[in-house]
């Protein structure tokens, strides 16, 4: 029980650390795509657009940490079962996953993101769950009690 705890805040650490990241890349100009905007639109069917209200961005807060919690709880359980030799690593790979799944089948599927989003967005996003992965894997590693090995 304890490491699901732990994975659940260090998701929610991560997801806060990288939501900012996103987020400033986005209200500067330097990212289309923004997993708060991408998070609160899930209501929506579409991507918030930058005159969304206050009220949407806050629930593309919450989604996005939801979501956060939800990716740290399930990536302590991967390190729980296969060990957490190479945790990061593993985190990094299981973000790109994440990545694959959602914003590389899932969301072409339902129409969700623009029709021909900007290739730099892309690998942004990419990197955004990347990192995500290393660092969840890595805080959960770090501020567990019980280690596993492989």
């Known amino acids: 029980m304890e490491r699901l705890t732990v994975g659940f805040l260090s998701g929610l650490a991560a997801g806060v650390i990288v939501g900012v990241i996103s987020l400033t890349l986005y209200l500067t100009g330097l990212c289309e795509l923004c997993l708060v905007a991408i998070g609160g639109g899930i209501f929506q069917s579409h991507i918030l657009p930058e005159t969304a209200g206050l009220g949407w961005l806050i629930l593309g807060v919450i989604d996005h940490l939801i ?39 899932f969301s072409p599927l339902s129409g969700y993101l623009p029709e021909a989003p900007d290739l730099a967005a892309l690998f942004i996003l990419l990197g955004y769950h990347v990192a995500f992965g290393g660092l969840v894997a890595y805080l959960i590693v770090k501020y567990s009690k019980t280690k596993t090995a492989a």
Do not use: C, H
Not at 77 to 94: E, H, M, P, S
């Open 67 to 105: 979501l956060s919690a939800s990716l740290g709880i399930a990536m302590a359980l991967i390190l729980t079962r296969f060990g957490d030799n190479l945790a990061i690593l593993k985190g990094a790979f299981f973000g790109s996953v994440v990545w694959y799944l959602l914003i590389g089948i």
